[in-house]
């Protein structure tokens, strides 16, 4: 305002102003105008610039400034123009040059500061030329400035220059913990990572390795923190309790590398010795690898100690398992052999744990392992119970598919049925009462308990009304699968309560498998309800069991006492190992899965009952041959080679020299799916039903009987059990036009109608076996109706679900 006021009041610029005109100010006033701009800005820059910017200037240029202290090579200056204090380091090399380390406005922080820096910096420039350089020099004076209760060791080691070490100083300072955390030096260069400055500080300064800082923490716990996993192999080399020291909270250097997910650093911690039985404030170490979903930890800790996937926290008692948060976290245990119903200080298993948290991928991953649907946990809930409050109708679904009862109460006499119509949203509410009517739940207890708690709503009561509580009858004119739902309540036939296999059985069943790659879910649905209303295991209800392709391995799987719950988990981790990725799939994973379930070596003929054969298709010939692969001699009219037969055709491998995978892969080798298996195709290409084949192997086989004169041997085929994989939805096909094209667009159309051909093909070859399925189906649930004398129920809760959801 003064400059303004001065200004105006001059009669030039008076005059200007009044007469509103155009005369420009002298020269003199515009070269003081930009004079005072220059030095505003300039005011304005060092006002906003780092004062402690090192910096490398001539000694000589301070020649006029006055000297406020000097400390060795240290001098502050009172820098008069400036106004400043400017604390000089004189290189020790060429005192005609130096380095300035600050520049300050007040005296008092100037002193503060080079009283500050004349303390450490000596035995840095002292001992090491790669000091004197502008950005050494700043790193350092950065470090003393924010650490100032760092000592000249802790100084040195972030610094990282090796030399430093050599000086009598930084020795002295070695095993220093004056500071706000209380770790020394060797606790910075664990931590840092530097492998070559914690070596000097070992061997020259002599420092020691059990000191623990203000957490509780030792130079392991820094370590593990750091990258460098020669660190802590250097610290292993001598025995300390450091290894193993639970620090403030609790954390082991093993449980703190499991929640960093250092991989590397839990290995050479275990090398080491480090106990992975140490108990921490969520457990031991492998429950802070799975909290964390580390991996490849867990995978070491396991390795090192595979007792730790059955270990308990102190917190909830539960098991590792417990902890899983994804799919890969639990199938990683459970390939282990994690106890995958092992339950929590509470009675829940990971399964209860998983639905709670809503983790889908865990749900599907435990119950294909085996994890118990119905298992009681809190208050008698089961996992279905709590899944009724999560808005999941999948993971529901799932529940239901491996066998959760829909009509359990828990200890406050709730059904699922009743929990699910008290859940908030009216949307969710109407699908789950839905489904649960679908699946046959009890709707008459759990509209008594809805109505005595006054909870349910108007709508919820048309949900439960008496008038639909009880399931429509079936129409055996047309029966198909979404038909078959309740057969748990069915009434056992009078066949089945005397189809015990033994010698004194009069009479034969067969059971026929058909093809559908992931589909035979379906058949495994089946089996299991009718196993649940015989009470007998599929093995002891057949004498011959017939399968193509995925009906072939489940056949298999009958003749190797396989349980139907088990091959449902089973085919559902199939389905994950084995069909990735787009077609034609590899067969390796295929071949690999099979070797693991049957054994690398296992031969046809090991297990004789029930009888057993396998379609393949014989594709080394034209036309192409049917070929069953069994555990059974084959009669005689089969293995006599045909009239006119090719002598240059190699004969099949005989059942005592078949092994059971390659039988497996080859009758499941569908083309545009799986390679061919040497000479073998898929079966179903000529038999996707083997019902008929079945009867007339049968056939053959009494008659070779008869013709060796073995006729009391023989056994009439009373029953034939025929299942399915259900059907294909139809699509609109635009193209199925195979022609010589004449041009590009020609080509493209060739192309595309190849393909869609093709597939016609492919699926056509199973499709019509299907129908005959349906039909076989038909007539023997008619006729197991007629010898029950009631109802015949279906294939069991989600059978639906499972048709809708699996894949080719």
């Known amino acids: 305002m003064g400059d303004r006021a001065r200004l105006t009041r001059d009669p030039v610029f008076f005059q200007t102003e009044r007469e509103g005109g155009g005369a420009s100010p002298p020269a003199p006033w515009r070269m003081q105008f930009f004079g005072r701009l220059v030095n505003t800005l300039s005011s304005v820059t060092n006002l906003f610039s780092n004062p402690f910017r090192v910096k490398e200037v001539a000694v000589a240029d301070y020649s006029s400034s006055g000297r406020v202290r000097e400390e060795r090579q240290l001098i502050l200056f009172q820098n008069a123009p400036s106004r400043t204090w400017d604390c000089i380091l004189v290189n020790p090399r060429n005192p005609q040059s130096g380095f300035r380390l600050f520049q300050l406005e007040t005296e008092a922080d100037a002193l503060v500061n080079f009283q500050q820096y004349s303390s450490q910096l000596p035995p840095f420039y002292e001992s090491s030329n790669h000091i004197l350089h502008v950005e050494v020099l700043q790193q350092l004076t950065d470090l003393i400035r924010n650490h100032p209760s760092w000592s000249v060791a802790h100084l040195a080691v972030e610094l990282g220059i090796r030399e430093c070490f050599h000086h009598s100083r930084i020795i002295s300072c070695a095993n220093s913990r004056e500071n706000e955390e209380g770790c020394t030096p060797l606790h910075l260069a664990c931590r840092k990572g ?6 000097e500080l070992v061997q020259y300064c002599h420092a020691q390795m059990d000191v623990i800082d203000n957490n509780g923490e030792t130079a392991f716990h820094y370590a593990v923190q750091s990258d460098n996993s020669q660190v802590l192999q250097l610290l292993g080399k001598n025995a300390s309790a450091g290894l193993n020291q639970v620090n403030n909270q609790g954390l082991t250097p093993l449980h703190l590398a499991c929640q960093l997910g250092k991989q590397e650093m839990v290995r050479v911690l275990l090398l080491c010795n480090a106990r992975c039985n140490i108990m921490g404030p969520n457990g031991y170490p492998i429950h802070m690898a799975m909290k964390f979903s580390q991996k490849g930890c867990a995978e070491m800790i396991v390795s090192m100690d595979s007792s730790q996937i059955h270990s308990k926290d102190p917190r909830y008692g539960a098991s590792p398992l417990h902890w899983a948060k994804n799919a890969e976290m639990a199938r ?26 809503n ?7 435990l119950l294909t392992h085996g994890a118990n649907a119905e298992a009681r946990g809190e208050h008698g809930n089961t996992p279905l119970h709590l899944a009724m409050s999560k808005d999941n109708m999948e993971m529901i679904k799932a529940l239901i598919v491996f066998g959760a009862e829909v009509d359990i109460p828990n200890d406050f006499g709730e059904t699922p049925a009743f929990i699910a119509s008290k859940h908030s949203k009216l949307v969710t509410r109407k699908a789950l009462l839905t489904l649960l009517r679908t699946v046959g739940a009890d709707y008459r207890s759990s509209l008594i308990q809805a109505v005595s708690a006054e909870q349910c709503s108007a709508a919820t009561h048309s ?3 008496p008038e639909r509580s009880q399931p429509p009858a079936i129409s055996f004119n047309n029966l198909e699968l979404q038909d078959l739902m309740h057969i748990s309540r069915a009434r056992k036939p009078a066949f089945i309560l005397s189809s015990m296999r033994d010698e004194k059985r009069t009479r034969d069943h067969l059971l026929c498998l058909d093809g559908g790659g992931v589909k035979g879910l379906v058949i495994i649905q089946l089996l299991i309800a009718i196993e649940k209303a015989s009470g007998i295991a599929t093995k002891d209800l057949f004498d011959w069991v017939a399968g193509t392709s995925t009906g072939g391995i489940l056949a298999l799987a009958i003749l190797h006492s396989k349980s ?17 990725g787009s077609r034609p799939y590899e067969s390796g994973p295929l071949e690999e899965f099979l070797k693991r379930e049957f054994g690398e070596h296992t031969k046809m003929t090991d297990v004789k009952k029930p009888k057993v054969m396998l379609t393949g298709t014989l594709s080394d ?4 041959e049917l070929h069953l692969f ?3 001699e084959a009669p005689e009219c089969v293995r006599e080679p045909c009239v006119g037969q090719n002598v240059n055709l190699k004969p099949p491998t005989q059942p005592s020299e078949q092994l059971v995978w390659r039988a497996a892969r080859s009758s499941g080798a569908a083309p545009t799916y799986f390679r061919p298996n040497g000479r073998f195709l898929d079966g179903g290409l000529l038999a996707n039903n083997p019902t008929l084949d079945a009867m007339t192997e049968i056939h053959e086989y009494n008659q070779d009987l008869i013709r060796k004169g073995q006729g009391n041997k023989v056994k009439k085929l009373s029953i034939v059990v025929s299942l399915g994989t259900g059907r294909s939805p139809q699509v609109p096909v635009t193209c199925v036009d195979v022609f010589r094209p004449s041009n590009p667009w020609e080509l493209a159309k060739t192309v595309f109608g190849a393909k869609e051909l093709g597939k016609m093909v492919v699926d056509c070859a199973g499709a019509v076996c299907v129908v005959c399925a349906g039909r076989s189906q038909r007539l023997l649930l ?25 894949s080719d």
Not at 194 to 199: A, F, M, P, S, T
Not at 332 to 357: I, W
Not at 621 to 624: E, F, K
């Open 630 to 632: 069994r555990n059974y």
């Open 463 to 465: 949900f439960f009304s």
């Open 621 to 624: 010939r034209q036309p192409a």
């Open 782 to 806: 008619t006729s197991a109706r007629i010898r029950m004398g009631g109802p015949w129920t279906g294939p069991g809760p989600g059978a639906r679900w499972l048709a809708s959801s699996t």
């Open 194 to 199: 530097d492998w070559e400055i914690l070596v």
């Open 332 to 357: 990683l245990l459970l390939k282990r052999g994690c106890d995958v119903n092992s339950t929590s200080s509470v009675g829940y298993t990971a399964l209860h744990v998983a639905v709670m948290r």
């Open 564 to 580: 139907m719950a088990y091959m449902r988990g089973m085919y559902f981790r199939m389905k994950d190992e084995v069909f990735r």
């Open 359 to 365: 983790r889908f991928d865990c749900v599907m991953v």
